[in-house]
């Protein structure tokens, strides 16, 4: 996956969150809300696959889940453990809202977005130090 689809769905991302802090628990809010969740979900597929494009093409390893990146990249300390168990617990959350839809975890995990939004933001801000030519478009479909 290219750095530059992460970092769009990620600003999208945090356009939504703020479009939904902006609502206030009125009929608009539940509806910025859940595209919120939506673009977190496809945020961080976007993410972990740019991690597995980077960790291959930078260190050679492989890695084929979200969470095995996730390992790899503390591992080769790109991160901090802190980060990476925090990112773990990004991954459990987006998995809960992907497979189905409950009120109650929508809110749950909204309510966890900001920490969410910051620690995607730090690992972007980590894989964008790198040169541009370890960034080239790869289509995975």
């Not at 901090?80 to 459990?92: N, P, R, T, V, Y």
């Amino acid at each position: 996956m290219d750095i530059e689809i992460f970092q769009k769905s990620f600003f999208r991302l945090k356009e939504a969150y703020e479009r939904a802090k902006q609502f206030n628990y009125n009929d608009d809010y539940y509806f910025f809300r859940d595209s919120t969740i939506q673009r977190f979900e496809f945020t961080v597929e976007c993410f972990w696959k740019t991690l597995k494009n980077f960790l291959l093409k930078k260190e050679g390893i492989a890695c084929n889940s979200p969470k095995s990146c996730i390992k790899y990249f503390f591992k080769t300390d790109y991160i901090s453990e802190e980060l990476a168990k925090e990112l773990m617990k990004m991954i459990d959350d987006r998995n809960l809202t992907s497979h189905t839809y409950h009120e109650e975890i929508a809110e749950i995990i909204f309510k966890r977005m900001k920490n969410h939004i910051n620690n995607l933001e730090l690992v972007l801000n980590t894989l964008q130090s790198f040169k541009e030519d370890l960034w080239t478009y790869q289509k995975e479909f």
